[in-house]
C-alpha cells in the first residue's frame, strides 16, 4: 500500500478582506470547514485565522486535488455562512487563495503560526503576512497577487 503524506498550508481571505468573521462564528465556521476535509479523506492539523481570513493545515489525500478542495471549503462554507445567521456581514471569499507544501519537520512551527494567529495580528497585517508566505516560498508578492 502506497503512503503519501501532502502537508499543505492553505490561507484565504474574506472578499476585500472586511473583518466579517467574528469571534463568537469562528469555531462553528472550523468545525464546518473540518467536516468538509474529513468527507474528502483528508487529515485536518490545525485551522484558525482572524476576522478577514483563514488558515489551514492539512494533510491532502492522494485522491484529491488542491485546488478541488479549496474550491469546495470556500463555495460550500461561503453557503453555509451566509444563510447560519452567524456572519450577518460575510459576503463571500476573495476568489484567490495561497497555499504551500510543508515538509513535516516544520509541521509543528506552522501549527504554533496558526495558533497564533491573533497576537500575530496585533502587530503584522494581512498584507505583510502574505508578503512574508510568498518570500519564504521564495516568490515575489505583487499587487496582483493580493486576495
Request: net charge neutral; glycine share 4%; charged share 20%.
Given at each position: 500500500m502506497?503512503?503519501?503524506?501532502?502537508?499543505?498550508h492553505i490561507v484565504f481571505a474574506t472578499k476585500r478582506r472586511e473583518m466579517t468573521i467574528p469571534d463568537s462564528g469562528a469555531e462553528s465556521l472550523y468545525?464546518?470547514?473540518w467536516s468538509i476535509i474529513r468527507e474528502h479523506k483528508c487529515r485536518l492539523l490545525r485551522i484558525g485565522g482572524i476576522e478577514n481570513h483563514v488558515h489551514i493545515l492539512l494533510d491532502l489525500h492522494p485522491?484529491?486535488?488542491l485546488s478541488d478542495i479549496v474550491r469546495e471549503i470556500k463555495s460550500r462554507s461561503s453557503s453555509w455562512m451566509c444563510t447560519s445567521?452567524?456572519?450577518p456581514h460575510f459576503c463571500g471569499w476573495a476568489s484567490e487563495y495561497f497555499a504551500i507544501s510543508v515538509s513535516n519537520s516544520v509541521k509543528e512551527g506552522v501549527v504554533r503560526y496558526i495558533n497564533e494567529q491573533k497576537t500575530h495580528h496585533q502587530y503584522h497585517n494581512f498584507?505583510?503576512?502574505l508578503t512574508r508566505l510568498?518570500?519564504?516560498a521564495g516568490k515575489t508578492l505583487d499587487a496582483n497577487d493580493m486576495m
Open positions: 502506497s503512503k503519501v503524506i501532502a502537508l499543505y468545525r464546518f470547514i485522491s484529491v486535488a445567521g452567524l456572519f498584507a505583510d503576512e510568498y518570500a519564504a
